[in-house]
């Protein structure tokens, strides 16, 4: 498993970073993704660059009070690509507001939580 960083938009415009830690994929969400131009298919750029297997992709959005629609549409496609595979998805310091969110358009279900 490598990541293809070609695949992914710059880094300063990305809203991203992610790497590798043996098996599980870890995208550290930052708080300015929704500044940036190239959000606009970061699920599936992610997935392109990233395709796995992986035993848990690991979303960090502990830098987020709130999650727009586009962080939620993202995760609804790396979750349904990435639990085919078998993956769990992992959202990690996910504040009790985007708990909440998430249970609130039912899709709190898809994803384990951490921290």
């Known amino acids: ?13 990305r809203g991203f970073d992610l790497h ?9 969400m930052h708080k300015n993704f929704d500044m940036c131009r190239g959000v606009d298919r970061w699920a599936q ?12 992709v690991v979303v960090d959005v502990g830098g987020f009070t709130v999650i727009s629609s586009t962080i939620i549409a993202g995760l609804v ?5 990435h639990v085919r595979q078998g993956a769990t998805i992992v959202l990690r310091n996910a504040t ?3 708990v909440r969110t998430l249970e609130m358009t039912r899709l709190a279900h898809l994803f384990s939580f951490d921290g």
């Open 1 to 13: 498993m490598t990541i293809d960083r070609q695949r992914l938009p710059a880094a300063d415009n």
């Open 20 to 28: 590798e830690e043996g098996d599980e994929l870890v995208v550290d």
């Open 45 to 56: 750029r992610l997935v392109e660059a990233a395709p796995g297997p992986y035993r848990r």
């Open 77 to 81: 496609y790396i979750s349904d690509v």
């Open 96 to 98: 009790d507001r985007v």
